[in-house]
């Protein structure tokens, strides 16, 4: 069966058709990243509006692309949520419009489930159950992957999640945003000089928080006299170091409690190099595996609601055909 997958929760427009036998056929990806950039963080009504001008071009190109007439769609996935309500409208109010002309199903996906699953499009993909760190700009989560449509959240964030964390570390060293990426390349030219905290680092719970973190970045930059380039560098890699120890340790032990021996990264910050070097090195020494989604699948994307829609026609998990998004929504 041929799915398309729609995703427009935040500040992506993606569109992706994925076919349960060849795989993945194609997708597209408008980020609206320059649009945001001089707000400092994602405008609502800016990024909605970005969404009705691309979402029909994006959709004909693949199309187009992919030389994939409309009527040999089997069914749409989309992005009901999380996410910014006016965002997720335009998709959810375009994937159903679509689907009643072709008289086909729809399948509403929860964003954090594409995240998820997004590991399983590779060529080895981890067998269920297996353990899931979701780490991204609104989410710092380790959750229990039971099967398609069963997931426990059993480690989460108190107040910051690593992404914010990234971003607003990012904007105190002038690096603008959105900022991880910029402060992981600045974090390869400095040195662990600065001493940062660990938040719950020996808490022995799953739950993260990262604000205090934040905030003793905002104490240190402030103590500077003169903020170098060179000391900007070495505050970034101390940063980066901090919060990839609380990230590896808190995997190690979400693994070592459920006895399960596979890992799956998803999300933005899945993405940050020193993380995935730091994961697949400790986790190795206990036998334990780790999967990464390709780079391009950590950031939000169509290809990943299209699989998950996939999956769930692969398991019998249709939904109903009810137009409505939901903006607040838990995995769980």
């Not at 974090?187 to 001493?195: C, Q, S, T, V």
């Not at 986790?283 to 999956?311: H, W």
């Amino acid at each position: 069966m041929l799915v398309l997958g729609i995703e427009t929760s935040c500040d992506e427009t993606g569109i992706a058709l994925y076919d349960t036998e060849k795989g993945l056929i194609g997708h597209t990806l408008h980020s609206q990243v320059d649009l945001h950039e001089a707000y400092g963080g994602v405008v609502p009504e800016l990024a909605s509006r970005d969404h009705i001008r691309l979402i029909v071009p994006l959709l004909e190109n693949l199309l187009s692309k992919t030389k994939t007439p409309k009527d040999r769609i089997d069914a749409i996935a989309y992005t009901q949520g999380p996410g910014l309500s006016g965002a997720l409208l335009v998709g959810s109010a375009m994937a159903e419009a679509l689907a009643f002309s072709l008289e086909i199903p729809t399948i509403p996906i929860h964003h954090l489930e594409g995240h998820l699953l997004a590991p399983l499009m590779e060529k080895n993909p981890p067998a269920f159950p297996f353990l899931a760190l979701l780490v991204s700009g609104g989410h710092t989560q380790i959750i229990h992957v039971k099967k398609v449509g069963v997931y426990e959240i059993i480690g989460d964030t108190l107040d910051d999640a690593a992404g914010e964390a990234f971003d607003k570390t990012a904007q105190l060293l002038g690096l603008g945003y959105p900022g991880g990426l910029a402060l992981s390349l600045l974090a390869e030219k400095g040195h662990h000089h600065f001493d940062l905290p660990r938040p719950l680092l020996h808490s022995g719970d799953l739950n993260f928080s990262f604000s205090g973190l934040k905030t003793a970045v905002l104490n240190l930059v402030r103590a500077q006299t003169l903020l170098t380039d060179h000391i900007k560098a070495d505050i970034a890699c101390s940063f980066q170091l901090a919060i990839t120890e609380v990230l590896t340790k808190k995997c190690l032990m979400a693994l070592d409690q459920t006895h399960l021996t596979s890992l799956v990264v998803s999300g933005g910050v899945g993405a940050n190099k020193q993380l995935r070097q730091s994961l697949q090195e400790n986790l190795s020494q206990k036998n334990y595996s780790v999967f990464f989604p390709r780079l391009e699948f950590c950031t939000d994307n169509g290809a990943m609601i299209a699989f998950a829609g996939a999956m769930r026609l692969d398991n019998s998990l249709k939904h109903d055909l009810s137009f409505k998004v939901k903006p607040r929504w838990q995995l769980a």
